[in-house]
């Protein structure tokens, strides 16, 4: 098995690799012009500073050099300087990561539980009216787009009464905690600061539960159809014909069968998130990952862009791998070499 | 006499068609079982023979309809409360699973769900204390090293060691009653005797009642006192094993001794031509009449009484004569 971990690893630094060349070379591909970004527009015409910014960011080397230098720097750890901001790709990630973490890990907790005790009771209670509401609420969450929900929550819960704060990680000059993890509700409670950290927890309290509510959907569905498919196995037979009463068949005999499959979710959703939250933080002014994503996008930030898909790469590679680590935990049949 | 340990009355069994409508797939079916007595229920797949026992056990799927009597130990199962039945599943009366790989929870160890099985019946014993028992089980039924084999998983058995644990499983709470639906029908026939084997003397050593379900009048030739073939949702012939056998009276179980290989038979095995009716498409009168060749006008109009025929007991309107018996192995 860690034999199996430490051959994983050493691999994902190759597969990097691979995904920069094909991230950077599709970039040189699109049509737009980086300078854009970089001069201002009355300046276009004058080519001397046209030539100069040009040779200041590396630009009038030829592709072939720009890419060389690009894959030398990445393996040093140098993603480059953004267009944009002006400063190290890394350090603006460094920055920008831990709050899409703490946003995404804590969407995934309120959606794993509540979508494994929707699935459970729906299971259990099919066809009930219950099982009908459940199948309401987790289809709203997966469909309802989350500019909408997310709009409409903050408006109703943050505006109108007032529930939860508004938007950003923490109210407007309230100094955030030293930095260790980044997440700022870990690291208020590592600097005892009970008081912060609930301002914190408060402000991720409205974003987690619209990005969860929509992870709640899939979990609700797929762990529904698990157990109802795990109640009809013989293996529930046998159990039931032991005497167990049907609460033991689906939670000690359906729910171990139903983690085989809400495992491998959960780590593509969780990775899928790092990159995919954007529209959650756009509209809660979260500064993550997924809003400078967006932005370098939009202005061809190539360095930018470069780093945003190595960060989601990190983080597929990873997931798929805790993913298969946890598989094979879940299910004794699996044995990894 | 005393009371038989199961003692089933015309019992019924209806499922709702595609269409709708209701069939019986069971037609009233009488059968019992004394203390300590062995049963063989045989016929061929869709015969009724395992939702029979899978009823009173209240283990069908919802939706079926139920009528009739099923008792146990003069305790009526049939419309019993689910939390009384419960008791009794695994704890008076233990079954045994055809394909005992599917048959167990596979992200399961064995050893915890014999443990289980022991527990859901005695809170008062420790998971360590079940476990414990669990080895002791596996000794009984033979499975080698049981301290490591009762840590491992249902793939790692092979068939034959799988159907011994699911015997121990049975086994776990010494019931009085086993039915063992198809026990060794997904095995290999050396295995399969040595499970018969294993099956007959720990019944007889624990005095266990057993019901034997198989479609293979092999299986239960040389451990059943009596048999019950069944055909079409209806029990066609009943008596001891030795009468059913030699002194044959209804041709459905005839045919069925035909298609059993002995050591001493030259001839090709006789099949039954044809296939058994869906319980959707039964066919007029007696349900056998489409594949029986002394089928004549009354048995396409009249399903046949059950009657006493010499040493047995069958339905059949012209139900086979000494001379015409077929002479077995």
Not at chain 2, 185 to 196: E, G, K, P, R
Request: charged share 20%.
């Amino acid at each position: 098995m860690l034999a199996y971990i430490v051959r994983r690893l050493i691999s994902i630094p190759f597969l990097l690799l691979g995904v920069a060349s094909v991230s950077f070379l599709l970039s040189q591909m699109t049509k737009g012009d980086p300078l854009a970004a970089l001069v201002p527009e009355r300046m276009m015409s004058n080519p001397e500073i046209v030539e100069a910014v040009k040779a200041e960011w590396g630009l009038d080397k030829p592709l072939p050099v720009r890419y060389v230098r690009y894959l030398g720097n990445l393996i040093q750890g140098d993603l480059g300087t953004s267009f944009s901001t002006r400063r190290p790709v890394a350090t603006d990630i460094a920055e920008r990561l831990p709050a899409t973490l703490e946003l995404v890990i804590a969407a995934m907790i309120i959606g794993t539980a509540l979508g494994l005790c929707l699935g459970l009771l729906s299971a259990r209670f099919r066809g009930s009216a219950f099982d009908s509401l459940a199948r309401i609420f987790a289809l709203i969450g997966s469909s309802l787009p989350i500019f909408w929900s997310g709009l409409i929550l903050l408006y109703l819960l943050s505006v109108r009464i007032a529930l939860v704060p508004g938007t950003g990680r923490l109210p407007p000059r309230v100094q955030p905690p030293p930095t260790h993890t980044g997440l700022y509700t870990i690291d208020a409670l590592i600097a005892g600061d009970i008081s912060l950290f609930w301002q914190a927890l408060a402000h991720l309290a409205l974003p987690a539960f619209v990005l969860g509510w929509a992870v709640t959907g899939i979990i609700t569905r797929l762990v529904r159809s698990s157990l109802i498919e795990g109640l009809g196995q013989d293996y529930a037979r046998t159990a039931r014909a032991k005497g167990a009463p049907e609460r033991v068949v689906l939670i000690g005999h359906a729910l171990p069968n139903a983690m085989i499959p809400l495992l491998t979710i959960l780590g593509f959703t969780f990775a899928y998130l790092i990159t995919g939250a954007v529209l959650t933080e756009a509209i809660f002014s979260w500064p993550g990952i997924g809003s400078y994503a967006v932005r370098a996008a939009a202005s061809l930030d190539y360095p930018a862009i470069g780093g945003v898909t190595i960060v989601g790469s990190v983080a597929f590679l990873l997931a798929n791998l805790l993913t298969d680590i946890a598989y094979a935990w879940a299910n004794p049949r699996i044995k990894v070499h | 006499m005393s009371e038989p340990l199961l003692d089933i009355r015309d019992l019924r069994i209806s499922f709702r068609g595609p269409d709708g409508t209701w069939s019986e797939a069971l037609r009233g079916v009488d059968l019992s079982l004394e203390r300590g007595g062995v049963l063989g229920v045989v016929g061929e797949s869709g015969s009724g023979k395992s939702i029979a026992m899978m009823a009173f056990l209240q283990l069908l799927p919802r939706g079926a309809r139920i009528s009739g009597s099923a008792r146990f130990n003069g305790e009526e199962l049939i419309g019993m409360a689910p939390s009384r039945i419960r008791q009794i599943r695994g704890k008076n009366i233990g079954c045994i699973f055809q394909d005992p790989l599917s048959a167990f929870n596979p992200v399961l160890t064995i050893g915890s769900q014999i443990a289980e099985a022991i527990r859901l019946h005695d809170r008062s014993v420790s998971r360590r204390e079940a476990l414990k028992e669990a080895e002791r089980l596996f000794e009984m039924v033979s499975i080698p090293q049981p301290a490591r084999r009762v840590r491992q998983y249902p793939h790692e058995f092979s068939g034959g060691m799988r159907q011994r644990a699911m015997i121990a499983m049975a086994l776990a709470n010494r019931p009085e009653l086993i039915i063992a639906d198809e026990p060794t029908t997904a095995l290999d026939v050396t295995v399969q005797a040595q499970i018969l084997d294993l099956l007959a003397d720990l019944r007889k050593e624990l005095g266990i009642g057993l019901v034997m379900i198989t479609h293979d009048l092999g299986v239960v030739a040389g451990i059943a006192d009596e048999i019950a073939v069944m055909y079409g949702g209806k029990v066609v012939e009943r008596g001891p094993t030795d009468p059913v056998f030699y002194d044959t009276a209804h041709p459905y179980t005839a045919g069925l001794i035909g298609a059993v290989p002995t050591l001493e038979g030259t001839g090709a095995l006789r099949q039954i031509p044809g296939t058994p009716p869906s319980i959707f498409t039964r066919p007029q009168g007696c349900s056998f009449n489409p594949r029986c060749e002394r089928a004549e006008a009354v048995c396409l109009r009249e399903d046949p009484p059950f009657a006493v025929h010499g040493r047995t007991s069958c339905a059949c309107h012209f139900p086979l004569g000494p001379s015409l018996r077929v002479v077995g192995s």
